[in-house]
């Protein structure tokens, strides 16, 4: 696994341990010595993306919604600025990613998307099947 935003977004939602102290411990060379603690709940998270990502993508677009995500879920900022207004722009290819813990990968499935359908912006867009091969295996 690479290290990189969408990628981490939820598996940092799992973490418990203070990730500076983890970091620290590594640098020291005390890794060994610590023991990571991790919530076992399932994490799943959507990004949102501005089109034509990959491409040049449209940027300075208000973002809305932010503020109606509902609690359980997690939205990390990748590619958003402020205007001199003060709101929230697109300023990037991967705008957001919307990430959530659930009981299961569908509950968290389900969470992550209700977190997506609250934000919108012009050139907006996401993937609709994220997750459906963990939750193939789950129902299997």
């Not at 501005?50 to 359980?72: F, H, K, M, N």
């Not at 969470?111 to 996401?126: D, K, L, N, P, T």
């Amino acid at each position: 696994m690479r290290f990189g935003d969408p990628e981490t977004q939820p598996v940092m939602l799992r973490l418990q341990s203070d990730l500076v102290d983890l970091v620290e411990a590594a640098i020291d060379g005390r890794l060994h010595e610590t023991q990571a603690q991790w919530d076992p709940r399932p994490s799943l998270g959507v990004v949102l993306a501005a089109r034509p990502y990959p491409e040049s993508p449209v940027t300075g677009e208000v973002i809305t919604g932010l503020d109606a995500v509902p609690a359980d879920a997690k939205v990390f900022h990748a590619g958003t600025a402020l205007d001199a207004q003060g709101r929230v722009i697109s300023a990037g290819g991967r705008v957001l990613c919307v990430a959530a813990l659930g009981d299961s990968v569908s509950d968290a499935q389900r969470r992550a998307y209700a977190g997506v359908e609250a934000i919108h912006w012009a050139s907006e867009f996401h993937r609709g099947d994220i997750g459906w091969r963990a939750i193939e295996r789950e129902r299997a």
